[in-house]
């Protein structure tokens, strides 16, 4: 398993932009689908962003999809969520995973039972 940090969270108005990124330990990162969620409070976790071990295939939840971008470094062991035209609806606390499993796995079958998870950052979007 890798450890995960993420960083970058914090207030910002509607209609502007946050960078999260996620820090991972290990000499193994580039073998790990990496993803990002989110959990508002009083809902359940959902799914934000994805991003191939190579970094060439992406997948976006339609909620974010044309705002957001996710990006790595598998050089730097890290990954990046560009969050821009950000709403109120967009208020969680947003984690990155790591899965060993392929992203197109991710996207139609969920995270895997050998995911790992960051403690997550919060990022509160005020209207």
């Known amino acids: 398993q890798v450890q995960l940090v993420e960083s970058g969270g914090g207030l910002v108005q509607a209609g502007g932009s946050l960078r999260l990124s996620c820090a991972a330990s290990?000499?193994?990162?580039?073998?790990?689908?990496m993803a990002w969620f989110r959990q508002a409070p009083g809902k359940e976790r959902e799914f934000v962003a994805a991003?191939?071990?190579?970094?060439?295939?992406?997948y976006y939840a339609d909620s974010v999809k044309g705002r957001f971008t996710t990006s790595r470094d598998n050089a730097k062991n890290t990954v990046q969520l560009q969050m821009n035209s950000l709403k109120p609806e967009d208020t969680a606390v947003y984690y990155c995973?790591?899965?060993?499993?392929?992203?197109?796995?991710?996207?139609?079958?969920?995270?895997?039972?050998?995911?790992?998870w960051g403690q997550g950052t919060q990022v509160t979007v005020s209207s």
């Open positions: 991003i191939s071990s190579s970094g060439t295939r992406t």
């Open positions: 290990g000499r193994t990162f580039s073998s790990y689908t």
């Open positions: 995973a790591a899965d060993p499993g392929t992203v197109e796995r991710l996207w139609y079958l969920g995270l895997g039972d050998n995911a790992s």
